[in-house]
């Protein structure tokens, strides 16, 4: 072999070598790349990991700030429910101490009249038949404590009085479980250009009298529905009660004849009037 083919052999020799220290250059520069690459995802998947975990730590305290939240407002209904009851127990005793007193007044007034009128002292029969009649008065007023009477309610052929009874009651923001029954038969009453049919009056029973005494205290938003503007509430009164309530009806009567200048009500058991006010 000449020295020239030799020469050319190891230039040949040469430039492999370098092309491949150039492959192993370029090879060595993608690794370091793709080593920092995957340094860079590493280091960013951490930053995801400890944001998730804050986020997690984050919703854990804040699900415990609404647990303590729901359970203060489960502390407040209780207490409110609380309330309620005591206000409805003692309004149901105080109800109840009242009627007992009156009719213990009644019981003994009977019984002082039965002693002034006759020379002898009541049989024991006579006695328990008085008292017997008390009880069922006492009984009677309680009853009527937990009732209220509607006036004016339209009545149609098979009608579901309670759903309207309820339907009314709604718009008075009120839903308490009632039972209801129309009073008497239907009368009808004549007129010049029909017959028109007089609604009997609809009878409501409630749970307690706190619950009539918010219905009639509501009773004045009535007039303001279309629906049932012309329904009259009222309390249910014995047959002594409406005596002395058309009485005090005829009173008021009279004196807006007399006084149309005043406004005239009826409070408690009496008439009241106080000037107008523009």
Request: proline share 2%.
């Amino acid at each position: 072999m000449t020295r020239d083919v030799m020469a050319n052999h190891l230039c040949e020799a040469v430039k492999i070598i370098e092309q491949c220290q150039k492959k192993i250059a370029e090879m060595k520069q993608a690794y370091e790349d793709l080593d920092e690459i995957s340094i860079g995802n590493f280091e960013e998947s951490e930053r995801v990991e400890k944001e998730l975990k804050q986020v997690k730590l984050q919703s854990a305290a804040d699900l415990v700030d609404l647990q303590r939240e729901v359970v203060d407002l489960q502390r407040q209904i209780i207490v409110e429910k609380d309330r309620q009851l005591d206000e409805l127990r003692a309004s149901v005793v105080d109800s109840v101490e009242k009627t007992v007193e009156k009719g213990v007044k009644l019981y003994s007034k009977a019984l002082e009249e039965s002693t002034a009128t006759s020379c002898k002292p009541s049989s024991s029969s006579e006695l328990q038949a008085e008292l017997k009649s008390v009880v069922k008065n006492v009984v009677e007023e309680k009853d009527r404590s937990r009732s209220f009477m509607v006036f004016g309610l339209k009545e149609e052929t098979g009608e579901d009085v309670e759903e309207k009874v309820c339907d009314m009651l709604l718009k008075l923001s009120l839903k308490p479980k009632i039972e209801v029954c129309r009073i008497g038969s239907p009368v009808a009453v004549s007129s010049k250009d029909n017959t028109e049919k007089r609604y009997r009056p609809v009878k409501v029973t409630v749970g307690c009298s706190a619950i009539v005494k918010e219905v009639l205290c509501r009773a004045k938003l009535l007039k303001a529905s279309l629906k049932f503007s012309k329904v009259y509430i009222s309390p249910d009164r014995s047959v002594e009660q409406r005596v002395e309530y058309k009485k005090l009806v005829v009173e008021l009567k009279k004196r807006m004849v007399d006084e149309p200048g005043k406004r005239h009500f009826i409070r408690g058991n009496t008439v009241l009037s106080v000037e107008k006010v523009d």
